[in-house]
Every structure is written in structure tokens, then in C-alpha cells.
């Protein structure tokens, strides 16, 4: 059973729609879930490099067959903090980056500038 996240009404039924700007739900991980799908049908590169890995892991003459499950648990298992850092700022799209630039700025110059305001200011426009 999963969790519903986001915009609840009165009832407890999540409401349609978009959520509004700036509403941070968070994440919410379902610890009933125990099988993961990995879609590479669109991602050819990573594909063909996960596939070369599974060649390359079985090429030895002893031992059993090495999944893309394995392989995947020793790899998640040597993760460091930097690599944590590196995966969450690749999940930001540009426009979430500038956001978070304008909040940074706001908040080490002590302002309360909009966005628009911001740009202004950052390119120099008068």
C-alpha cells in the first residue's frame, strides 16, 4: 500500500490538479515496496554500459552468473556523501537551480527579492 503525498481535501482524497509553486510535499519512501524496474529502453548508452559490465563481470571460469542485482548492491554500497551531493543537484532543473540561487542570495543579503527582481539585478538590466 502506498502513501498519498500532496494535496489533501477535507475527505483525505488527494486532490486534482497541479500543486502550487514552492510546495515541498518531501518523499515519502514505501517500505512495502520490494521490486524496482530500471527502464533503459530510451537510454542506450547507459545500457550498453551496464551490459559490457555484465560481460565483463562474467568472463572468468568459476563461480556463478553475475545479475545486474549484484551488481547493483555492491555499487550502491560504496556511495560516499559526495556522490549523494552529486546525484540530488543532477535531479534540479534549471529553473529549481535559479530558484535556489535567489533563495541563497536573499538569505546571505538579508532581502526578500522576487524572482524577476533577481534576474534584474544578476544580468546587470536596467
Known sequence: MSEVV????EEGKKKRGRKSKKQNTGYVVN?????????LSKDKKSLDKILDLLQELNSKNYGKEITFK????YAIGKLTNK???KIQESSLSEMEKVERALDEYNQKNNE????GEYLVKQLKIN
Open 83 to 85: 556522490d549523494h551531493e
Open 6 to 9: 500532496g494535496n489533501l481535501n
Open 70 to 73: 549484484e551488481m547493483s548492491l
Open 31 to 39: 517500505r512495502e515496496q520490494s521490486k524496482f524496474f530500471v527502464d
Open 112 to 115: 526578500k527579492l522576487t524572482l
